[in-house]
């Protein structure tokens, strides 16, 4: 097995060695998968080569630009957590990321907000959307008029509520790109969990406390920026996160 850190390197390696197969990340530094992939079937002497996607960009425009690019599979990435949280998918959802495209549009190539789950959730939601389970649409039952996302919600509550339920949060930023001239990557990581002995939930710890830090930083002047401003213009960011660890919400660089 040969191995190769970035786009450029690997292209060379495929075209010295010629394997059978070959398994491209998508985001590759230097030179991006789809570009490796394209590149080396406009070659004929790589044509016997299988090329096999792996890559945790997984929705259907993203099957399609891999198929255009040249691969005969693609295969989506999970994302692994230490115990007890395991193996998740990751899939796209809307608003995570808020302006944050609009702020660094021309500073970052790729950025993309997915939604973590365990494994099969997503297949799950999809079927039950794509039933029309969740429709805002009124139909006629019996003779009773009814929306169906207010039947399915009625009918699931109580198989899903769990009032003595413990939550937990997990989260993962990475970035990738170059840091003097060389390929670089950074990985931040935060789970946390219920507090049982406070009834505080995870997503209480992790929002909650976030929100009263930031409105402390601003009455004790830590936060100097004035007017409307987003967390990342204007929040001395060690200072955030010294503060949450302060409270047990620890942010781990991985």
Known sequence: MKTASDGIAGLALAREYKPDYLLLDIGLPRLSGYDVAASLRADPEMKPTTLVAI??????????????????????????FPAPVG????????????????????????????????????????????????????????GQTVVPRDVFIAAVQPKLHKPQGRDLVALQVQVSGQKGGRPHAVRFRLIDYF???????????????????????????????????TPDEAVPFRAYVDELGRRGIRIEEL
């Open 55 to 80: 890559t945790g960009y997984g929705q259907v425009h993203d099957r399609v630009r891999t198929a255009a690019a040249g691969f005969d599979y693609h295969l989506t990435k999970p994302v692994e």
């Open 87 to 142: 193996t998740l998918e990751a899939f796209h959802t809307g608003g995570g990321i808020s302006t944050l495209p609009f702020a660094y549009e021309g500073k970052v190539d790729v950025m993309e907000y997915k939604t973590l789950r365990y494994p099969g959730h997503a297949a799950i939601m999809r079927s039950i959307r794509e039933l029309g389970l969740l429709d805002l649409k009124p139909v006629e039952v019996k």
């Open 195 to 229: 507090d049982a002995e406070h009834g505080i939930s995870a997503m209480m710890r992790t929002t909650g406390y976030s929100l009263s830090i930031t409105g402390q930083m601003q009455a004790d002047g830590r936060i100097t920026e004035k007017g409307v401003r």
